[in-house]
């Protein structure tokens, strides 16, 4: 049986602005990396994923994935 390296890490909650709206959603530490920086700046990853999220303040969907290039603040709450 293959393990699920993915719940090995760790999720966060973040709220993320980019140059058009405000997402907040659940976002996943892999087991190697210790702070959410630490994942959103490697160079390999163009995209973040985030899960259980809330598009600007009423909308809601199960997943998204931002460009990180459109990213202009990332808090973690």
């Known amino acids: 049986?293959?393990?699920d390296t993915l719940a090995d890490?760790?999720?966060v909650r973040i709220r993320v602005r980019t140059v058009n709206c405000t997402y907040?959603?659940?976002?996943?530490?892999?087991p190697m990396r210790n702070?959410?920086?630490d994942a959103l700046n490697e160079e390999t990853?163009?995209?973040i994923s985030?899960?259980?999220v809330v598009v600007g303040d009423k909308d809601r969907?199960?997943?998204i994935a931002i460009n990180k290039?459109?990213?202009?603040?990332v808090a973690q709450l």
């Open 1 to 3: 049986m293959q393990e």
């Open 9 to 11: 890490g760790r999720r």
């Open 24 to 30: 907040v959603g659940d976002f996943l530490v892999p």
């Open 35 to 37: 702070r959410i920086s």
């Open 45 to 47: 990853r163009m995209f």
């Open 50 to 52: 985030l899960t259980d």
């Open 61 to 63: 969907t199960d997943f």
């Open 69 to 73: 290039n459109l990213i202009e603040s």
